[in-house]
């Protein structure tokens, strides 16, 4: 089944104790981005990457990180987590211009 | 900028039509989508419609587009309670290679007996 994953599902938190939420594609997509989702704000795309080693900033990057080694896998890392990175994040995968596929979400809570 | 905006919630009774309106500003967008979430799950897509489009009709879903207002609507005829859910609309510019979706608030559709 084609699909989007992501783990952990839900995570609980300290501020500072550094994190990687993992997203695998079995679609072989060259293109996959992180966004969160917050109350009133919509999505908000914070990496992107268009292939392997090749990854960049979306409109909210700061306090983030991401790796692009594999072309399935596109980890997200906070490296010192804080409250106002609680929130709902999820990964996406496409293949040039075609829809966008989207993993079931993160729910991220930092104390 | 690019911006999106709709309206926050909307409530209807089961078997009326929904209308759930959307806004965005950046007339170069070439698609603009309808995503759907239901509780805990990730973002489905619904349908979508190329910016020289003015109407798309899917089944029970119709999507209107006046681009010189730049409105979008989708409309869901018959609604049934399955249809709660948050509807997100998007507009789509191709960016280098890639689609770029700037997303809206979305708005929670409750539909009651």
């Known amino acids: 089944e084609a699909q989007v994953t992501q783990n952990p599902r839900y995570l609980i938190t300290v501020t500072g104790k550094k994190l990687t939420v993992t997203c695998s594609q079995n679609?072989?997509?060259?293109?996959m981005s992180w966004y969160r989702q917050d109350p009133g704000l919509g999505l908000r795309q914070i990496y992107y990457?268009?292939?392997?080693?090749?990854?960049d900033k979306g409109d909210v990057p700061e306090g983030y990180k991401v790796s692009r080694k594999e072309k399935r896998n596109f980890p997200l890392i906070l490296e010192s987590p804080s409250p106002n990175q609680t929130s709902l994040y999820f990964c996406?995968?496409?293949?040039?211009?075609?829809?966008?596929?989207f993993g079931p979400g993160t729910r991220l809570t930092v104390l | 900028g690019e911006d999106v905006e709709q309206s926050l919630f909307l409530s209807v009774r089961e078997g009326d039509s929904s209308v759930i309106n959307c806004t965005y500003t950046?007339?170069?967008?070439?698609?603009l989508y309808w995503y759907k979430q239901e509780p805990g799950a990730g973002l489905q897509l619904l349908t979508y419609?190329?910016?020289?489009?003015d109407m798309k009709q899917d089944q029970r879903l119709t999507v209107l587009l006046n681009k010189k207002d730049k409105h979008l609507s989708l409309r869901i005829a018959d609604t049934q309670t399955g249809d709660s859910a948050i509807y997100f609309c998007?507009?789509?510019?191709?960016?280098?290679?890639?689609?770029?979706?700037?997303f809206g608030a979305g708005t929670r559709l409750a539909v009651h007996p």
């Open positions: 996406a995968s496409s293949q040039g211009y075609n829809e966008q596929f």
């Open positions: 679609m072989n997509h060259e293109y």
């Open positions: 990457s268009m292939n392997v080693e090749v990854t």
């Open positions: 950046d007339s170069s967008s070439t698609y």
């Open positions: 419609i190329f910016s020289n489009m």
């Open positions: 998007a507009e789509g510019a191709f960016s280098g290679g890639y689609n770029k979706l700037i």
